[in-house]
């Protein structure tokens, strides 16, 4: 079985300030990981994802995520903070060869002005 | 490039009746997702299909939950009768095979 875990509901940061949106997996075999956003009323938007290579991986708006295989950890970063930024961010999971994915519960992401 | 198309938007109906949404995927993507989300979750997978086999429906209250993908594109997800606990918001996603997913804007179901 799967699992992700999103151990924080909600993150407050101040615009400019470096953010972490933390997520912990659980999975057989390599996993591949992603990250997506969610905006009031609307779909998941991807964000970057990680299949294998370098641990640290870039995708849109500024994000990039590090692939910790020893803590089994996948962490959203952005160095300076947008009040644009605030969103519900997704971790989700899926074994190598799966085409399930899991995602966790979600993280809220506040920036304030 | 058109994204994924769902509609309705929103839909109200009373318990005990029948409802149905339906998807366009982004053209080319052969693997299409049903999930459904509900409020403070992640979204949760129904159904996959594969072009127009459904390869992995586990997840699907078989009982009143229906779906189809004729010709392997658009798909119609169904739900007969409702019931109060299906409120919920379904998301319709597609994907070229295990690449990342592009998701609809969802269809938010409110059974009264």
């Known amino acids: 079985a799967q699992s992700v875990a999103q151990p924080e509901d909600q993150v407050n940061v101040a615009e400019g300030n470096p953010l972490t949106v933390k997520c912990t997996y659980s999975v057989s075999g390599n996993p591949y990981l992603f990250w997506y956003v969610q905006y009031p009323n609307r779909g998941l938007q991807f964000l970057l994802k990680?299949?294998?290579?370098?641990?640290l991986v870039k995708g849109s708006y500024g994000f990039e995520a590090e692939f910790n295989k020893s803590q089994t950890s996948f962490h959203l970063k952005k160095p300076s903070a947008l009040v644009s930024d605030s969103a519900l961010y997704f971790c989700a999971v899926q074994s190598g060869g799966s085409y399930i994915p899991t995602f966790g519960r979600g993280t809220s992401l506040i920036v304030h002005p | 490039e058109a994204g994924v198309v769902q509609s309705p938007r929103y839909k109200i109906i009373e318990k005990k009746q029948p409802v149905a949404f339906w998807c366009n995927p982004i053209?080319?993507?052969?693997?299409l997702y049903w999930y459904r989300q509900n409020l403070g979750q992640g979204p949760e997978l129904l159904i996959r299909y594969e072009n127009e086999e459904a390869v992995d429906d586990s997840q699907l209250p078989k009982d009143r939950f229906s779906a189809e993908r004729l010709k392997g594109v658009d798909s119609t997800l169904k739900i007969q009768p409702a019931e109060l606990g299906d409120s919920a918001v379904y998301l319709c996603?597609?994907?070229?095979?295990?690449?990342?997913?592009?998701f609809g804007p969802g269809t938010r179901l409110t059974v009264l």
């Open positions: 996603a597609s994907s070229l095979g295990l690449a990342e997913q592009f």
């Open positions: 053209s080319g993507h052969n693997t």
């Open positions: 990680y299949i294998t290579g370098d641990n």
